[in-house]
């Protein structure tokens, strides 16, 4: 599930005797440029951005590409160890000791349909701004990017989409990718994480949970808000809740609201009031929406297919943990 990284190597780590033309000017890097003031340069270690200076190195990239020449193939942590001690190996320098300055975790999920279907029922995410590009949706804040996107279609436009009989890889593959920062990775572990952490379980299976619980923080659209009955809207209270559920599909009224107050002109000591008793119509609609309007069979079968890989990924898989280190990680 570890995908694209960057690794900074500092000073402190780098071995004796080093000088950033050793990195720059190996045999394994390509492409590359030198800074104008003679101290330090770039260039392209297969493929992924190499950069270096007498004081530091930095590995900016796929490490499954590095390794497979695609990111549809899933890592394990001992193939995660196997390609970082290559990179050091390869640019004579120790890459297990970097910091790691930007995480990308990543699976590709099997789907029954096109996963542009999927990603429009996404609505919104409390504390984050939501974003759409073509076919794709990212979810934003400071901290972590969220995104979600059709992987074939993204593999066929970089001609990195290897033969289907060679993986038996399905047609719908919806890729869900989440990016965290040096921050987020600190809040979350409370120290700086190094390259070498990313082959331990514990911090692995912390990443899981917390890739996981932002999908489940997500607002889903149900397939129609109109998917009621008469006798659901037995007073005007709620039909004009009703017409909230409505607009929200179009529109993720809770953060646009919010946007409105911000932006509002000739601010008012009671916009704020205002502001918060709109608020809460808006999550009264969405709760009284649980209750009437079905849930989305998409969202479903993909909260399922979650689960399932989940599951897979704790009992079966290459990683997956023992019921010993089950209860010596969860506690239970």
């Given at each position: 599930?570890?995908?694209?990284?960057?690794?900074?190597?500092?000073?402190?780590?780098?071995?004796?005797?080093?000088?950033?033309?050793?990195?720059?000017?190996?045999?394994?890097?390509?492409?590359?440029?030198?800074?104008?003031?003679?101290?330090?340069?770039?260039?392209?270690y297969?493929?992924?951005?190499?950069?270096?200076k007498?004081?530091?190195?930095?590995?900016?990239?796929?490490?499954?590409?590095?390794?497979?020449?695609?990111?549809?193939q899933?890592?394990?942590?001992?193939?995660?160890?196997?390609?970082?001690?290559?990179?050091?190996?390869?640019?004579?320098?120790?890459?297990?000791?970097?910091?790691?300055?930007?995480?990308?975790?990543?699976?590709n999920?099997?789907?029954?349909?096109k996963?542009?279907?999927?990603?429009?029922?996404?609505?919104?995410?409390?504390?984050?701004?939501?974003?759409?590009?073509?076919?794709?949706?990212?979810?934003?804040?400071?901290?972590?990017?969220?995104?979600?996107?059709?992987?074939?279609?993204?593999?066929?436009?970089?001609?990195?989409?290897?033969?289907?009989?060679?993986?038996?890889?399905?047609?719908?593959?919806?890729?869900?990718?989440?990016?965290?920062?040096?921050?987020?990775?600190?809040?979350?572990?409370?120290?700086?994480?190094?390259?070498?952490?990313?082959?331990?379980?514990?911090?692995?299976?912390?990443?899981?949970?917390?890739?996981?619980?932002?999908?489940?923080?997500?607002?889903?659209?149900?397939?129609?808000?109109?998917?009621?009955?008469?006798?659901?809207?037995?007073?005007?209270?709620d039909?004009?809740?009703?017409?909230?559920?409505?607009?929200?599909?179009?529109?993720?009224?809770?953060?646009?609201?919010?946007?409105?107050?911000?932006?509002?002109?000739?601010?008012?000591?009671?916009?704020?009031?205002?502001?918060?008793?709109?608020?809460?119509?808006?999550?009264?609609?969405?709760?009284w929406?649980?209750?009437?309007?079905?849930?989305?069979?998409?969202?479903?079968?993909?909260?399922?297919?979650?689960?399932?890989?989940?599951?897979?990924?704790?009992?079966?898989?290459?990683?997956?943990?023992?019921?010993?280190?089950?209860?010596?990680?969860?506690?239970?």
């Open positions: 599930m570890f995908d694209k990284v960057k690794l900074r190597l500092n000073k402190e780590h780098l071995p004796a005797g080093y000088d950033w033309t050793s990195v720059i000017d190996n045999v394994n890097v390509c492409n590359r440029g030198y800074y104008d003031g003679g101290d330090g340069g770039w260039g392209e297969r493929g992924r951005k190499i950069r270096a007498n004081d530091y190195v930095i590995f900016e990239g796929s490490l499954s590409k590095c390794l497979f020449g695609n990111n549809i899933t890592l394990t942590l001992t193939q995660v160890r196997q390609v970082i001690e290559m990179i050091g190996e390869e640019l004579g320098v120790p890459m297990e000791n970097a910091e790691v300055m930007e995480l990308e975790f990543a699976t999920l099997t789907m029954s349909r996963p542009v279907e999927y990603i429009r029922l996404l609505n919104g995410m409390k504390g984050y701004w939501k974003m759409n590009v073509a076919e794709t949706v990212y979810f934003k804040n400071r901290q972590t990017q969220i995104k979600f996107y059709d992987k074939v279609l993204e593999a066929k436009k970089k001609r990195e989409l290897p033969k289907y009989s060679e993986f038996g890889m399905a047609p719908y593959q919806l890729r869900y990718e989440v990016t965290f920062s040096k921050k987020s990775l600190a809040a979350m572990f409370g120290r700086t994480l190094k390259a070498s952490d990313l082959w331990d379980k514990k911090v692995f299976y912390r990443l899981v949970a917390e890739w996981f619980g932002l999908y489940e923080e997500i607002d889903k659209l149900s397939d129609s808000p109109f998917g009621v009955t008469f006798n659901d809207i037995r007073s005007m209270r039909f004009y809740t009703w017409c909230i559920c409505i607009a929200d599909v179009q529109q993720n009224m809770a953060c646009y609201v919010k946007e409105l107050f911000q932006r509002r002109d000739n601010p008012q000591a009671e916009d704020r009031q205002a502001h918060s008793h709109i608020q809460r119509a808006i999550r009264g609609a969405q709760s929406k649980a209750k009437h309007v079905k849930s989305s069979v998409l969202i479903d079968e993909l909260t399922d297919t979650l689960h399932t890989y989940l599951k897979w990924l704790l009992d079966y898989s290459a990683d997956g943990m023992t019921l010993e280190e089950q209860r010596e990680l969860f506690g239970c």
